[in-house]
């Protein structure tokens, strides 16, 4: 695991899958709670609001995670294969592209909870 401070720092090295892969997973934790915040401050928000059911149903923890928690995961493990498929496939090595897109990726996710939570 990372600390905080170095959630988007580069890599220092990107040359093997392994490490491609070990970069990313050493953020997902942090990247699960980045989320589960941001779902449950806005969930908290609309359920003061009184403006959507979901919240409230019968099973809301089965709600958050296949709704929010699962599809985030989905999305995030889509990172790492995009790094692997930029750096291997298309053979560039910027080690500037994990950290861009992990924030890009966190960017996305928070617009997808937003989704699920009003649309």
């Known amino acids: 695991m990372v600390a905080p401070g ?3 720092a580069r890599p220092l090295s ?3 899958v392994g490490q491609i892969i070990l970069w990313w997973e050493a953020r997902r934790l942090y990247y699960n709670v980045i989320i589960f915040t941001w779902a449950f401050l ?8 009184g403006s959507r059911d979901w919240v409230s149903s019968p099973l809301p923890i089965l709600t958050y995670i296949f709704g929010v928690q699962l599809p985030a995961n989905v999305f995030y493990t889509g990172g790492w ?7 291997k496939i ?3 090595h910027s080690l500037a592209f994990g950290p861009w897109a992990f924030g890009m990726g966190t ?8 989704v699920v939570i009003f649309g």
């Open 42 to 49: 806005w969930g908290l928000i609309t359920q003061l609001r």
């Open 6 to 8: 170095d959630l988007f």
């Open 107 to 114: 960017a996305v996710s928070f617009l997808f909870i937003l």
């Open 81 to 87: 294969i995009a790094d692997l498929i930029v750096k």
């Open 14 to 16: 990107s040359e093997t």
């Open 90 to 92: 298309f053979g560039l």
